[in-house]
C-alpha cells in the first residue's frame, strides 16, 4: 500500500513538471536583471492655500520686570505657555507662531503687513473657529518690550496664505523693527507702588523699569537727561555718581538690590534736612538743639541735649570738622562753627546715614517678602469673581486672618462671599473710597501691594524683636 502510493505520487508529480532549459532560464533572469523598473508616480505636493485668521501675540517673562498682566511672574509664564519653547521643542525666536492642531509643524503662513512665519508652537485656545477663522499667537520678544509689543500688536485680522510642509514655500521672514512696543502700554499694569528692589534693568535695555530707574536719579539730581527708558552710558554715569556718594561698591550695569534700596530711601529723604541755619555761640537755642541732636546721632557728640552752646558742642564740632579735613586744630578760622562748607558735609553724612538705616530695612522688607513668596502665603496671580483655585484659596485665608472673611467659607471659589470681603477690606485699608470705585472686589495690583506690605510689616516687627528665626 505504501509502495503503490509512492507510485501514484510519482506519476502525479512526473505529470505536472515541465523541465525549462538552462539556457532559457539564464537569459529571462538577465532580462529581468537589465529591464529598467516599472513606472512610479512621484507624489504631487500640497498646495498653497488661503485662510482667514485671527492674530495675537504672546512674549516670554523674566523674573524682573515692572509690571505683568495677570499679577506676577509665575501667572505670566503660565499665560504664555512658558515662553521658552514651542510644542515641537524650537527656542522661541521672531517668526514663531502657535497655531491649531490641524497645522504641521513646519507650515509656513505668509501674513501680509506682518511677515512669514512658521507653525512651531500650539495654545489652548489656539484654534479653528466655528466661523472659519483660525486663531494664531505670534511669539513677539522677552521681557518688558516683548510684553509692550504683545499689548501693542492687539488682535488683527489678517487673510494669509499657508504652505504645507512638502509645499514649495517661500523664506522666513518676520522683523520685531516693524512692531510698535510702546512702554506706556505697560502702566496700567504698574503697581500704585512700584517695587524698584524686584526690577533689575541692565546696560542697553529699554524699559519701564529703565524709566523708573531714571525717575530716581533725576528726582535725586543726578540724572538730567530726558526720561527716554533707555539705558546708556549717561544712565550709568549718574547711576555711579549716587553709588559713590552713597559709599555703595556694586556693579553700575546693572541696578542691583543694596542700590535700588539705597534709592529708594535716598528719596523718600530728599526733602529732610537736620539743620537750616549756622550755628555758633549766640545761635538760637532752637538750632543749637538741633545741633547736637543731629551730632549725637552721627556719634560725635555725648551730652545733654539742649539748646546751650557749651564746650562738649565746640568740641564735636572740632572733632567732625577734623574727620572731614575742613579744620587742622582748635584754633583755625572756623573751628567749632557750622557754617556753609561744614553744614554741607554735616547734612551730607546725616543723609547718609538715614538712607543707609532705612536702606537696611528696606532690603530685610525683601527678604521677608521673598520668604512668603517661597511659603506660599501671597496670590501668583490677580483674581476676580469666579475664578476659583489655590490662589482664591490663598486670598480667602489673608481675609480671613484679618477678621474679613468667615472661617468656614473657605473654599478656593471666588464667589459673592469673597468679593464681598475683598471689598470691605478694599474699603477698611483706603484702596478704594466707595463700591462703584474702579477695581472694588477685584484683586489686582493696588490689592496685592497692600496686602504684601501689610504681611512685611507685621513679620518685620517680629524680626526686630526675636530675630529671623522666629518667622
Known amino acids: 500500500m505504501i509502495s503503490m502510493n509512492k507510485q501514484k505520487k510519482k506519476k502525479i508529480t512526473t505529470k505536472h513538471h515541465v523541465r525549462i532549459p538552462r539556457r532559457i532560464l539564464g537569459a529571462a533572469l538577465f532580462a529581468a536583471l537589465i529591464a529598467p523598473p516599472a513606472a512610479v508616480t512621484a507624489p504631487v505636493p500640497p498646495e498653497p492655500y488661503t485662510q482667514e485668521f485671527m492674530i495675537t501675540a504672546y512674549y516670554s517673562p523674566l523674573p524682573s520686570q515692572c ?15 512658558q515662553g521658552i519653547a514651542g510644542a515641537d521643542g524650537t527656542a522661541v525666536y521672531p517668526g514663531m507662531a502657535a497655531a491649531p492642531k490641524t497645522y504641521d509643524f513646519g507650515t509656513r503662513i505668509i501674513l501680509p503687513g506682518i511677515g512669514n512665519v512658521t507653525v512651531h508652537d500650539r495654545g489652548g485656545a489656539i484654534n479653528e473657529l466655528s466661523t472659519g477663522i ?222 543707609a538705616r532705612s536702606a537696611e530695612r528696606l532690603l530685610a522688607l525683601k527678604k521677608i517678602e521673598s520668604l512668603l513668596s517661597e511659603r506660599g502665603d501671597i496670590p501668583d496671580s490677580f483674581l476676580a469673581e469666579g475664578d476659583k483655585g489655590s490662589d482664591v484659596r490663598k486670598l480667602q485665608v489673608l481675609l480671613r486672618d484679618r477678621g474679613f472673611f468667615p472661617a468656614d467659607r473657605v473654599s478656593g471659589l471666588f464667589g459673592t462671599v469673597t468679593r464681598d470681603a475683598l471689598i470691605t477690606y478694599q474699603l477698611d485699608a483706603k484702596i478704594i473710597e466707595k463700591i462703584s470705585d474702579k477695581g472694588a472686589g477685584f484683586f489686582g495690583p493696588a490689592t496685592l501691594a497692600a496686602m504684601k506690605r501689610q504681611l512685611r510689616n507685621n513679620l518685620y516687627k517680629v524680626v526686630r524683636g526675636a530675630g529671623w528665626n522666629a518667622i
Not at 509690571?67 to 505657555?81: E, Q, R, W
Not at 524686584?198 to 519701564?208: A, I, N, R
Open 134 to 355: 483660525h486663531r494664531l499667537d505670534l511669539w513677539v520678544g522677552h521681557g518688558e518690550e516683548g510684553l509692550a509689543r504683545a499689548l501693542a500688536f492687539g488682535v488683527q485680522h489678517v487673510k494669509g496664505t499657508v504652505y504645507p510642509p512638502g509645499s514649495d514655500q517661500p523664506g522666513e521672514s518676520l522683523t520685531f523693527e516693524n512692531f510698535s512696543s510702546p512702554l506706556a502700554l505697560l502702566h496700567p499694569f504698574l503697581a500704585e507702588e512700584p517695587d524698584l528692589l524686584s526690577l533689575h534693568p541692565k546696560l542697553g535695555e529699554t524699559s519701564v523699569s529703565v524709566q523708573l530707574l531714571q525717575e530716581h536719579l533725576r528726582d535725586l539730581g543726578y540724572f538730567r537727561d530726558a526720561i527716554s527708558g533707555l539705558f546708556g552710558p549717561v544712565t550709568q554715569t549718574s547711576l555711579q555718581a549716587f553709588q559713590k556718594d552713597f559709599l555703595i561698591e556694586e556693579s553700575s550695569e546693572e541696578l542691583l538690590e543694596k542700590t535700588a534700596a539705597y534709592l529708594i530711601a535716598a528719596k523718600r529723604r530728599k526733602d529732610a534736612t537736620p539743620l537750616a541755619m549756622i550755628v555758633e555761640r549766640g545761635s538760637p537755642p532752637e538750632v543749637i538743639f538741633k545741633a547736637k541732636r543731629t551730632l549725637r546721632f552721627l556719634g560725635y557728640y555725648k551730652g545733654r541735649t539742649n539748646g546751650m552752646y557749651d564746650d562738649q558742642l565746640f568740641n564735636a564740632i572740632l572733632a567732625f570738622q577734623k574727620d572731614h579735613q575742613l579744620v587742622g586744630s582748635a584754633t583755625d578760622s572756623g573751628a567749632g562753627r557750622i557754617g556753609p562748607l561744614t553744614k554741607k558735609k554735616l547734612v551730607t553724612s546725616w543723609q547718609r546715614k538715614h538712607v
Open 67 to 81: 509690571c505683568y498682566v495677570k499679577g506676577t511672574y509665575a501667572a505670566d509664564m503660565i499665560l504664555n505657555g
